[in-house]
């Protein structure tokens, strides 16, 4: 190796020197017994043949000087060059730079010179300037192979499709080859191009068409592409060659649910549920997915169950009587469940996260009554923890349970004062149960940790509006709106507020255009902008906006009660009586309908 080294070293050394014929012309001028001096380029040769040597055993620093000792006697290009490469070892970047550029400016044509210089750069993390030197690597030899591979790899985070020409390119000299194509596939797949993600796996397929984990990485981008039927095949092929591969049927079962089927996602689950070597958390997991799934789409849950009734065979993990708690409870099947959460209670008595994770689940998938029936039986166990009175509250006040929900409200504001939801729902049960000045005390607290919350700031100008406190009302929709002043809710709750007060009514009626843009079927609204119109005098518009919200919402006397006063304004006065008498039998404590049946007029 040294010896090989030194000839290299050497070669470059003298690549402009004498010939060795004139060496040997001028030690004939010498006699045998004459000691003849050295000349510099001798001296060169033996200070660059000992640093070459050093070079070999790793001693850079000692090499370095002995390459300088060249230096000064015969500079050339392959010197710089070779200082170029051992300041690069000890570190010294800037040195190996500058020695490197000399290199290449004695010698332009050298393919290994630009080379070290890119890989110097590289070092530095001068990348760009590192790819610029590759360029030109390529430029003078396009057959060298590693620099297409450097170059590709330097491009892949700042150019990727500039990376994917290279690699293409370097495909297009030496054929497929795997870790050309594997990098295409994974810059196809960053950039979000599925298809040409999938033709370069293919490509690696024709390399080695048996090799499972490259045909599922395959179906995975198939997948990922909405191709569900071709990712289905390779997995389903894979399946009947390996009948026991569990990830393939995973896989499999994954993309049927993806598919929207459900059934034949669980004949996959249920083959993988039955190997002995399943843990017990994948088998949990494949449940869980299938309970979730089931607060959406009810005929999931016989999957679900038929799953943790199996699960629950082999084992007593709490978990799993949870879950099964929880399914009862989607059944209605309140004893089942108390005896399945008791059991719970017995295994794990100090684990309230499953049971939050549980309530949390029910909660965000608008099943108020289950949320609050898990939640209660987690509050048996957790009196003082935060997070389950607050999930227990939240979802009674979700069943207009207000007066319920206070309690456990309440205890959430004091475990955590600081909590934004606890206070602002705190707030607005007290705001239910006509507690208006806790409730303006409490939703005032929110808004000094979060001043710009419009739900809050909506929360507060509903509440004086109800007391009549306009100038706080109107002010408080106002820097709600400042906020956001497109937010649906806030935009018709002050147009309401005004067109009952009568006052500014063009301004209510662009606020309640923008709220019926936004949510064009919802029936408060509807009756909003109709209500709106009214008051503007315009019955026409009136009139269809509010039968559009009576057919949305259904029989509501509020509504009712409005398009009565519009059918009355409009000459027709039987049919407003009907309206408003519907009106009252619906809600026979509106005082004000009841006096205009008994006028027989507004």
């Not at 591979?149 to 985070?157: M, P």
């Not at 699960?311 to 099964?324: A, P, R, S």
Request: charged residues 25%; contains cysteine; proline residues 3%.
């Amino acid at each position: 190796m040294i010896k090989f080294l030194v000839v290299v070293s050497i070669a470059f050394l003298f690549e402009s020197c004498s010939s060795q014929q004139e060496i040997i012309k001028d030690e004939s001028q010498f006699s045998e017994s004459e000691e003849r001096p050295l000349s510099d380029k001798e001296k060169a040769l033996q200070h660059f043949i000992k640093g070459s040597i050093l070079e070999s055993k790793g001693d850079y620093a000692a090499a370095i000087l002995e390459f300088q000792e060249v230096l000064s006697l015969d500079p050339s290009s392959g010197v710089h060059y070779a200082l170029a490469k051992n300041y690069r070892m000890i570190n010294k970047i800037p040195l190996a730079i500058q020695h490197s550029k000399k290199a290449i400016e004695l010698s332009p044509d050298k393919v290994e010179y630009y080379d070290l210089l890119a890989d110097i750069f590289y070092s530095a993390r001068q990348y760009d300037s590192s790819a610029a030197a590759l360029e030109k690597v390529i430029e003078l030899d396009p057959s060298q192979i590693n620099a297409y591979y450097k170059l590709a790899r330097i491009y892949e985070s700042s150019k990727p499709l500039q990376a994917i020409e290279i690699y293409n390119k370097l495909t297009s000299i030496i054929g497929p080859e795997w870790n050309v194509l594997i990098r295409v596939a994974e810059l196809q797949e960053n950039l979000g191009n599925l298809d040409e993600a999938s033709e370069a796996i293919e490509e690696l397929l024709t390399i080695d068409p048996s090799n499972t984990a490259i045909q599922k990485l395959l179906s995975e981008i198939y997948s990922r592409g909405k191709k569900y039927d071709e990712a289905i095949k390779i997995l389903s092929e894979i399946i009947e060659f390996s009948p026991d591969d569990i990830d393939a049927r995973e896989r499999k079962a994954q993309i049927l649910i993806l598919q929207g089927d459900w059934n034949a996602a669980a004949e996959q689950y249920n083959y993988v549920l039955e190997q002995p070597d399943i843990s017990l958390e994948t088998k949990i997991r494949v449940g869980a997915t299938y309970f979730a799934h089931s607060l959406k789409d009810t005929s999931a849950l016989v999957s679900a169950k038929q799953f943790f009734e199996r699960i629950d065979e082999d084992t007593t993990d709490w978990q799993v009587k949870l879950y099964l708690g929880a399914i009862a409870l989607s059944e209605r099947n309140d004893s089942l469940a108390k005896k399945n959460f008791k059991t719970v209670s017995e295994l794990a008595p100090q684990n309230p996260q499953a049971w939050v994770s549980l309530g949390g689940l029910f909660f965000d998938n608008q099943r108020y009554d289950e949320a609050s029936k898990v939640m209660k039986e987690a509050i048996q166990l957790y009196p003082q923890d935060f997070v389950v009175n607050l999930i227990l509250g939240l979802s009674l006040a979700q069943l207009n349970k207000h007066l319920e929900a206070k309690e456990y409200l309440k205890t959430s504001t004091e475990l955590n004062p600081n909590d934004l939801n606890a206070l602002s729902a705190y707030g607005y049960t007290l705001s239910q149960l006509k507690e208006t000045d806790e409730a303006i005390h409490y939703l005032e607290k929110a808004l000094v940790i979060n001043p710009d919350d419009v739900n809050i700031l909506g929360t507060l100008g509903l509440i004086y509006d109800s007391i009549e406190k306009w100038n706080e009302c109107d002010s408080t929709y106002e820097r709600a709106l400042e906020i956001d002043s497109m937010n649906a809710t806030v935009n018709n709750n002050f147009a309401y507020s005004l067109s009952e007060r009568g006052i500014r009514l063009d301004e209510a009626l662009a606020m309640a255009k923008i709220a019926i843009e936004k949510e064009p079927l919802n029936s408060s609204f509807l009756d909003t902008i109709g209500w709106v119109y009214y008051k503007l005098e315009d019955y026409d518009n009136a009139k269809e906006y509010l039968e559009k919200a009576l057919e949305v919402a259904g029989e509501r006397p509020v509504i009712m009660d409005h398009l009565g006063d519009v059918l009355f304004r409009m000459g027709k006065r039987n049919l407003a009586l009907e309206l408003w008498q519907k009106a009252y039998d619906l809600d026979n404590s509106n005082t004000l309908i009841k006096n205009k049946i008994e006028k027989g007029e507004i």
